[in-house]
């Protein structure tokens, strides 16, 4: 899709805003002014959604309020939005696709925002998969009557991967602290490998599960003269240079080793001034995991079957010849278990069963 000179300042804008902070309600407030206005909307919400034991959720409105979703429960089960995103997990959808206009107008959502005094004309939403058992659901709205552009739904789209992003970066470290606290909380856990740099190559911060996994995963002709690892060094360097959208293809680093996978995750911290900081989330994955319940529920029994084999890090051929069917067939099932699972890689299928199995 090509976008105008105007656009792309405002993407880059918006994408800023998601990784400006960890706090969901700040992330939110700072996308807001560009995110609508790159797809003209009078207003944006955030709905974030438990599947177990029960379905959950909590709206989180940036800017003026909603009327309607601060009475969201008493007409949730009138909701025609939550099928059809349900049903397309990644893909905007616009109101046209869910409903035809009369049934719209005649929608108890509809009727109850009007009532409210904010007539919701028109809505485009899209489903955004972060973890098995949690999901984001992100929609804009217009108040007037004017259609949302395929467009503006491709624009929507172009975001998607930058929106889990930041909601999946968000949760990680929602039951913690942010800042000072937050690092003091991970450094504190015994369970928690985590390394702080400032970049080129200062380690702020070590944990002490941290230095256990550094010094068995690198020798000390593995080390940078700052103590870093030099992959690790490596990845770092390469993640301050790279594009907003390179970046979240490359934002894992994982060695396979013959007992299992060694993975970081770098997340870049926000600060208000001076360098920011990044986070080293290390992790030990054994190799071959159980496909965990909740994640089975969501796929077909072929695609589950797939998933097994990812899980012991079986490539497309090997499974193709296993189960006798075509490494195209293969392929195509892991495309939509990583969309219906809300993964980047067979490596994030790795990393979240693992942690689904025995959270961190």
Same mark, same amino acid.
């Given at each position: ?13 918006? %994408? ?68 059809? %995103?349900?049903?397309?997990?990644n893909e905007v959808i616009l109101d046209e696709e869910m409903l035809p206009r009369r049934e719209y107008e005649h929608s108890l959502l509809y009727q ?68 000072a606290q937050l690092l003091e909380e991970l450094y504190g856990r015994p369970d928690t490998a985590v390394l702080v740099v400032e970049p080129p190559s ?159």
């Open positions: 899709m090509n976008l105008n000179t105007h656009e792309l300042m405002l993407r880059d804008r918006v %994408i800023s805003a998601l990784n400006s902070s960890l706090s969901f309600p700040q992330v939110l407030e700072a996308a807001r002014a560009p995110l609508l206005e790159l797809a003209p909307s009078d207003s944006v919400a955030l709905c974030l959604m438990r599947t177990t034991p029960v379905l959950d959720f909590k709206w989180l409105v940036p800017g003026h309020p909603i009327p309607l979703l601060e009475h969201y429960a008493s007409v949730s089960d009138h909701d025609f939005v939550r099928a059809p %995103i349900f049903a397309r997990p109850r925002s009007r009532e409210l005094g904010l007539g919701l004309e028109h809505v485009m939403a899209v489903l955004l998969p972060i973890r098995p058992d949690f999901l984001g659901a992100l929609a804009l709205y217009r108040t007037r009557r004017r259609s949302f552009s395929s467009r503006c739904a491709a624009i929507l789209s172009s975001l998607n991967p930058h929106l889990v992003n930041a909601v999946r970066n968000c949760s990680d470290v929602q039951s913690l602290a942010t800042g200062r380690v702020v911060m070590c944990s002490k599960h941290a230095g256990f996994l550094l010094e068995r995963w690198f020798t000390p002709s593995d080390l940078h003269s700052s103590g870093l690892p030099l992959p690790l060094k490596e990845r770092l360097d390469a993640l301050i240079l790279l594009g907003a959208d390179s970046r979240l293809e490359k934002n894992v680093w994982y060695s396979h080793q013959p007992d299992g996978y060694r993975t970081v995750r770098f997340i870049e911290l926000p600060a208000r001034e001076g360098p920011r900081q990044w986070a080293l989330l290390m992790n030990e994955l054994p190799m071959s995991i159980p496909l965990p319940v909740d994640m089975r529920r969501k796929l077909t029994s072929s695609e589950a079957n797939v998933a097994k084999y990812l899980l012991r890090s079986w490539s497309s051929e090997q499974i193709a010849s296993e189960l006798g069917i075509k490494v195209f067939t293969v392929d195509t099932h892991v495309r939509n278990i990583r969309e219906k699972l809300g993964i980047d890689s067979r490596m994030d299928l790795l990393y979240l069963a693992a942690r689904f199995n025995k959270p961190v």
